[in-house]
Every structure is written in structure tokens, then in C-alpha cells.
């Protein structure tokens, strides 16, 4: 029932082969910065030659993650969102046409997720990113200037008011990920998923099987939430569509990514509770450390600490599956 899945881009073929071999068995694509530049009528040809690669290395295509086309218009209600809206619709027309039906998107306008540090030490030397609160302040706003939380409210309803109906049509669901870090304002933008009743909110406001959830279980847990009632709250009401599996110490005005085997949350406790649940979709390893012989390039997204990652994920739901076997 859980899919073990990994976030892949065109061209990372080797990364594909060596998840695959870790025992990956699905792959979610970041299409945007490629979508990006392609004219809506080829948007088909990109997803098919993802899907290409994926099936190539083994994997199954799962779904999209990030926006698979442009959307900060869209997100900061600028002029041209009704044509970042008309993408949004002409991708998912595409996605449905080869039977990919998870959208993992997020509402975190200008800045997307943020930290004031990349390169914090871990284990052994492993490099992790790191956020404080203080230090973002000390940056000061963005470029943007202030904007309040109601303005991104108010965005978030008029992109659902159009995506909703189309997607529930298509049979995509949208899964939609918190605020990371889970703090508002940050640099002067508001930030509105910061809690567990900011997703009711938006839960709410369709109560369609298109509207879901991303369960960034770090996110929630930054929040001050009890993650496991979360867990079977909205895997009991059909909204739990994708899970990103990462844990951090720290609070939510300051805190550090960990090695998975590393950090404060039980995760073994955690996926027995999907696992009871009846979740059903795909799970990856969020922001692994950058480990010994890599670059730093790409924080959080290096494959060693993903390989890692996966093997302790696998470890874990083979036990428990074997504990359930025993039991019976």
C-alpha cells in the first residue's frame, strides 16, 4: 500500500537507476523549470519522455511535485495569473492522458522553502540546512514588500475555485504541502499553512476528492501537532494523498534537518500508523543530508543520503509487515 517514491528531474537517469536499485519503486518528477519553457501543445511530449526514463530505470510514474508549471503569479495575485491558471488546467488535461493522477503543490508565495543555513554540520560531518528565525528577520523583507496573510488566502481561493473543478473532473488529486518553515510572516509574506486548522480551512472550502493533502510530517510536527492523530484524521476522511518522510530538531523559529536514523520523532512509530491507517500512495525520504563525496549543489536532494534513506524506510515496513505476518 505505501509506494516507496523518489523526486527525480529530466536527465537524472543515474540518480533513477540507483534509487531503483535501493529498492525505489516510484518516481515523482519536477517538471516545472522544463514545463517552464514549453509551449502548452508540447506539454504531452515532456511527460511521456518523463515517463520514458522513469519505466526505463524501473520505476512507476507517480505524479508531479512543486507545480508542474509556473504558478508565482498565481500564488502572489499578480497580472498573468488567469494565464498561469490556463497552463495549470492544459497540464493536468496532459497528466491525465497518461494516467498520472497526483499533483503535490504548495502555497508558499515568493519564496518557497526557506532556510538561512545550508550547510549545518550532522553526523560525522554531514551537511544539513538550518533555519532561524532571527537570522530571516535580520535579512529583512523581500522585494515583494509586505504582504498580508488574507491577500494569500485570497489567491489560494481563486486558484482552487478553477483547478478543483477540473481535477475532481480529471480524476487528479491535489495534495497540497504546508508552509516550510510553518512561521508568518516570513520577510514580510504571509504564510497561511501553518497549521493543522489552515488545512480544514482549505479542506473546507471543497469537499471534493480532488482536494488533499502532502503530509510533510516534519512541517506538521514543527507546528506543535500531535502527527500520528493528524495521520489518522485525514487518512480516515480520504485526504492523505503523499507523504514526505523527514524529521528535524528544533522548533519551529529554529531548527535543523537530520539524518532520518537521527532526529526525535519515532519513525518506525509513525509509518506503523499509516500502515494501520490504510494509507495508500507514495512515501519519500525528504531532505536527506549531503554525505561524504558529494556536492552540496542541490541541499537536502543529494542521492546517498536518499539511498540511505530508503534502506532504513524498507528496513522498517519489513519488520513491521513482519510483525503483522507473526501475529496473526
Not at 226 to 241: N, S, T
Amino acid at each position: 500500500m505505501i509506494q516507496l517514491a523518489e523526486l527525480f528531474e529530466p536527465g537524472d537517469a543515474s540518480r533513477m537507476r540507483l534509487a531503483a536499485q535501493a529498492g525505489v519503486t516510484h518516481g515523482i518528477a519536477r517538471l516545472m523549470p522544463v514545463l517552464a519553457q514549453t509551449p502548452r501543445d508540447l506539454y504531452s511530449s515532456v511527460l511521456l519522455n518523463m515517463r520514458e526514463e522513469l519505466q526505463t530505470s524501473g520505476l512507476i510514474f507517480a505524479g508531479v511535485e512543486s507545480h508542474p508549471v509556473p504558478a508565482e503569479k498565481i500564488k502572489l495575485g499578480l497580472p498573468g495569473r488567469d494565464q498561469e491558471i490556463e497552463n495549470y488546467i492544459a497540464i493536468l488535461h496532459a497528466l491525465a492522458e497518461i494516467d498520472v493522477r497526483l499533483v503535490c503543490y504548495n502555497w508558499m508565495a515568493g519564496l518557497g522553502w526557506y532556510r538561512t543555513r545550508l550547510d549545518a554540520p550532522e553526523r560525522q560531518g554531514a551537511l544539513v540546512s538550518e533555519f532561524s528565525q532571527a537570522d530571516a528577520e535580520a535579512q529583512g523583507p523581500t522585494h515583494w514588500g509586505v504582504i498580508p496573510e488574507a491577500q494569500i488566502w485570497a489567491n489560494l481561493e481563486y486558484f482552487l475555485s478553477a483547478i478543483l473543478p477540473v481535477a475532481e473532473s480529471l480524476g487528479i488529486r491535489m495534495a497540497l504541502h504546508p508552509d516550510d518553515p510553518p512561521i508568518s510572516p516570513l520577510r514580510g509574506i504571509g504564510r497561511i499553512l501553518t497549521s493543522a486548522d489552515a488545512f480544514r480551512r482549505v479542506l473546507a472550502l471543497h469537499p471534493g476528492p480532488a482536494n488533499g493533502i502532502t503530509f510533510c510530517q516534519a512541517n506538521f510536527q514543527l507546528m506543535g501537532e500531535d502527527i500520528a492523530a493528524l495521520a489518522r484524521e485525514w487518512c480516515a476522511a480520504g485526504r492523505l494523498y503523499f507523504i514526505h518522510l523527514r524529521d528535524v530538531s528544533g522548533t519551529r523559529t529554529h531548527f535543523r534537518e537530520t539524518f532520518h536514523d537521527n532526529g526525535p520523532t519515532n519513525l518506525a512509530a509513525m509509518l506503523e500508523v499509516y500502515l494501520d491507517a490504510n494509507f495508500h500512495g507514495p512515501l519519500r525520504p525528504d531532505h536527506a543530508p549531503t554525505m561524504e563525496g558529494e556536492s552540496n549543489h542541490r541541499p537536502g536532494y543529494g542521492i546517498t543520503g536518499k539511498v540511505f534513506a530508503a534502506g532504513y524506510i524498507r528496513g522498517i515496513l519489513d519488520a513491521l509487515q513482519l510483525q503483522r505476518k507473526r501475529s496473526c
